[in-house]
């Protein structure tokens, strides 16, 4: 959450033409994030179970690469920029 709270973005000061092409993508990332999962299901001693989604991000890069897409318009990145968000951390997005 701090991650979040802490991203660089007002999203009041967003513009609505960024926001229509945005929230589709969110949308569909997080159907694409759940429909491609893997849960985990994890005993405890106490007898509690806890049921963890594992999030597999290779399967929906496309769709993230277009929110980085909308995200380097807003922030003016240029190509190069825009190239290196998309390829950075490859390892986990793949």
Request: glycine content about 2%; charged content about 35%; overall charge negative.
């Amino acid at each position: 959450m701090q991650q979040i709270a802490s991203f660089p973005i007002d999203l009041n000061d967003f513009p609505d033409t960024l926001k229509t092409k945005l929230n589709p993508l969110v949308e569909e990332l997080m159907k694409s994030y759940d429909a491609t999962s893997n849960e985990k299901i994890n005993s405890r001693a106490d007898g509690n179970i806890i049921r963890i989604k594992e999030i597999m991000p290779k399967f929906s890069k496309k769709i993230i690469d277009q929110i980085d897409d909308i995200l380097a318009e807003y922030f003016a990145f240029s190509e190069k920029e825009r190239e290196f968000i998309k390829d950075f951390d490859i390892d986990f997005r793949m």
